[in-house]
């Protein structure tokens, strides 16, 4: 029967989706498209939510931001689950193969002191960073409305957990395998001069209700702390001798160059929206009012800490010129930004 | 070196990356963890239900995916969906696309909120994991059955349909109870009651009946999404035992929402017990077969025993679940027959030997109360009718579902409940969903019941055609009778015997 | 029902390749184990508790295994995960 | 019992007589009859005569089942109680609730 059948010639008589048809045309859809445009229930919801009685199920109002159509919006990497995954379990291979390099080659111990010290007080304690960056973006992930913008939210959160998890493997590493360094890490996380601007923001992102305005003030920090920490001392890491530290950072500056692509687009999206782009601009530049300063003080304090610790003679300057960058940026897809750029 | 064990390295990699704020008011920053009445005590008690890091998971995961896509590439590219049992199974697959795929998705977001706002690291991590496990049984599902669409009515316009559609409400309206609901009474209804208690009732007789009929692509994700479902499964057991360990006030509150989610559920898998008994070509197993084995030997013999140390009794309303089992997937599919004008599925008579299979399955009833049901819509069909429901029925205020349970024990009698509440009358199928209703009568008066939307004027029009319109529903193509179907039609074109080879490939 | 009732925990299987070392593992660790073949599944019951040992599987698969890689094979279960650590997991009723 | 939540949670019933105008809704259960898997629900004006309620809306949805008669109805009652429905009472007069139940037998 099977050979029968393989004789004949079965014309599909639908390309795909009724409502992929009506938004790209009657035509085959790609895997992205099926998995990623109107998903999510949109209307005639039973209950109001016993813990927001204020809202429905799935709101359009839980930011300010808004999206005449939430599908105007499409991950420039084009992530559904699949390639999400396979996309990570890579990064997370190659990482692990650098991290046994390393412990190879004991390139850790072989850092010069005031490296690592660099990691151990300054970048393994942002494993506590990236855990509250992993709440404030899987908030997103809850409450954005529409699959094309929930959907990358949740794999940030994921990758915030897996930075997360990969700098207390570093942390691990450095101690043979035990729990001193994170311990200590946490301390500094909790005590460190240095690092309080940083954990008193992030906490206050966390109470923030409107999802969308910790994402971006999120990604205030994200841009300039990137660029300060995996770009710029990477970059003096391979003048210093500091061999281990080079190889560690190119992951996370790796990453984050992926990362911030969507959440870029997004914004742009949010400010050339035909209906409410003029009030987006407007609420974006009231976010960045109110946080922009706070992110780039919380990076510029953590690069005086490595200066004055590490006798790092770059590390102000870099935080500044990486404040000033991420304002043009910014100001390029639509935020404007007037406090806290250095002059 | 001394190496970590398992369980040393996954609490630094998961919980010890948690603080405890101190510029802001911890309180804030977990404002939902208090209102339902839950006490939690000691978060750092919460037992890890599996130790997977990012890592692990993505590479297992990976790996997984790998297999599934090149399954379903296989299946689609050999034009697999010509060789499953007979088109008549399209149908289970249509019910599947509309109303369960809709759920992993919403298990998907909500899973997001209690991954955010759960104060114990512990059991953020686990609901972070099964948050993107669910998208990913979402888009697989999606995926999958993508190659059924092209060839099949029913599949294409799921998503809207399950936000407009009367039967669909039915899971909707079940997800977004729970979703509606705070964070320990969803754990409870969607992780315990739904993943543990009651899942192996919705995927087991889906998955085999995909294996058994024939489709090796449903069948792969469907066995693919359960790998990820055992996980879900140990977080649901341990949820529960958290709870009632933390404290003994928080008993009661838990026995209610069992005895609440257990109902609920059961209804829903009504849906399932139609399709298992009455849309699969090829029987796996009776609904009833399933039932005992699944909810009776496992759960109520096994788990329940467990849970009697902490206090906790089976569901109320358990024992008249075990009696419907004789009736009950007869009571749902009739309805779906005589309603599938109004649906996106095809419904048929049963064939002679089906028929035989439903009698030998159910010798208390079917014979007597419902053999003579489908001889006479047989008989109208040999006619040049076929029996339809010209009308629109009565729904529960609860689960939604026509009203087309009966008393216990007597599959003749319609049962009929109502409650008053604020002046206002209220119907019910059963005991189980009026007492739902009336320990939350105001969360059950919003329910957006389809037939009555219809009379307000809320679905496109007045008429059938206006309101199939407005579902997206192909009308003559998607809906009524299997055997005058464009499906029928196509899978007969497709199998009649070749007179001549076509083409080479 | 019989009133001396069985509290059966059990796994179910993918009934695939990998999996029939799987289940000639736990034959091995559990000698009072039930196997039954449904289609697309193979169901493994016992009356007392089913121990999936990592020694074992690596004897069967001829390789190192992971007692993660469980996850890979496993569709359903009944019964309470009470270990999963590197060397086995246990699957018991606990009270 | 009330619901547990976050601030207040009163919501009108979707349902509520005021949204049907002048009419209501009525729900008819053809009680020894399986082939209906439900009773029926419509949409009546409050005024209705008994007797237009029953060619207009009831018999042609009785006539689902082809060994229907219009003539056969008898056993009337009211959400459990027997009545004698009359030609000329309307829905309201009969004591008809919105969502209320009619059985008969045939």
Known sequence: ?343 | MAKLSMKERYSLLTRDLDWTPTYVDPKDVYPYTRYEGIKIHDWDAWEDPFRLTIDSYCKYQAEKDKKLYAVIDGFAQGQGHLSVADARYFNSLKLFLQGVTPLEYAAHRHFAYLARHLDGPGARFAALCQSIDELRHCQTEIHTLSQFNKYYGGFHDWSRMHDRVWYLSVPKSFFDDGISAGPFEFLTAISFSFEYFLTNLLFVPFMSGASFNGDLATMTFGFSAQSDESRHMTLGLEVIKFMLEQDEGNVPIIQDWIDKWFWRGYRLLGLVAGMMDYMLPKKVMSWKEAFELYLEEQMLNGLFPDLEFYGVRPPRHVEQAIIEKEYVSHQVYWILYQFSFAAAFNTTVPTDEELDWLSASYPETFDRYYRPLWEKARRIQDGGGRFFFQGLPQLCQTCQIPMGFTEPGNPAEIAQRHSEYKGERFNFCSDGCQWIFDREPEKYVQAWLPVHQIYQGNCGGATVPEVLDWYGIEQGSDNLEYLTSPDKASWDEWHAPAALPGGGK | MSTAKTRWVGVDLQDSDDTRMLVEAMEVDNPDVTVRHMPGIVKLQSATELVIKRETVEEKVGRPWETHEFQMNIVSYAGNISEWDDDQIVIKWEH | MAVNALGPYDFPSADRQENFGDDMLVHVLWANNMMFCSAACFRAPRAMPWEDFKAQLMDPWAASDPDYEPSAPKGWALDGKPFNPEPGQSLAELGVVHKGLITFEA
Request: hydrophobic share 40%; with cysteine.
């Open chain 1, 1 to 343: 029967m099977g050979y029968e059948l393989r004789t004949k010639v079965v014309d599909p008589k639908r390309n795909t989706f009724t409502y992929l048809v009506e938004r790209f045309g009657d035509k085959p859809a790609s895997r992205y498209q099926e998995a990623s445009f109107n998903i999510q229930p949109v209307e005639n919801f039973h209950y109001r939510p016993t813990w927001d009685p204020a809202h429905a199920i799935y709101d359009a109002d839980y930011t300010a931001l808004k999206l005449t159509d939430p599908y105007s919006y499409t991950d420039p990497r084009q992530y559904y689950y699949t390639p999400y995954v396979a996309n990570a379990a890579e990064r997370y291979e190659s990482f692990a193969q650098t991290l046994k390099y390393i412990e190879e080659r004991r390139l850790l111990d072989r850092l010069p002191e005031n490296w690592h010290l660099v990691v151990t007080d300054f970048v393994i304690p942002l494993r506590h960073y990236e855990s509250g960056a992993q709440l404030i973006s899987v908030n997103a992930s809850r409450f954005a409305f529409g699959t094309t913008v929930e959907q990358p939210a949740c794999f940030a959160a994921f990758d915030r957990i897996g930075n997360a998890q990969l700098l207390s493997l570093v942390g691990l590493s450095i101690a043979g395998g035990a729990s001193e360094t994170l311990t200590e890490a946490k301390k500094n996380w909790l005590y460190s001069a240095a690092l309080q601007p940083l954990r008193r923001m992030i906490e206050e992102l966390l109470v923030e209700r409107d999802w969308a305005v910790a994402l971006i003030a999120l990604d205030f920090i994200d841009s300039q702390l990137y660029q300060l920490l995996y770009a710029h001392l990477d970059d003096r890491a391979l003048y210093k001798g500091a061999g281990a530290y080079s190889l560690l950072a190119r992951h996370f500056n790796d990453w984050y160059g992926g990362h911030k692509k969507w959440l870029r687009a997004l914004v742009k999206a949010w400010a050339n929206d035909p209906d409410h782009g003029d009030a987006n601009r407007t609420v974006m530049a009231a976010i960045a009012d109110r946080w922009y300063p706070r992110a780039s003080e919380a990076v510029r304090t953590i690069a005086a800490g490595v200066a004055e610790q590490a006798g790092s003679t770059s590390a102000l300057a870099a935080a500044d010129r990486s404040a000033a960058e991420t304002a043009g940026e910014l100001g390029k897809i639509g935020i404007t930004v007037t406090e806290g750029v250095p002059v």
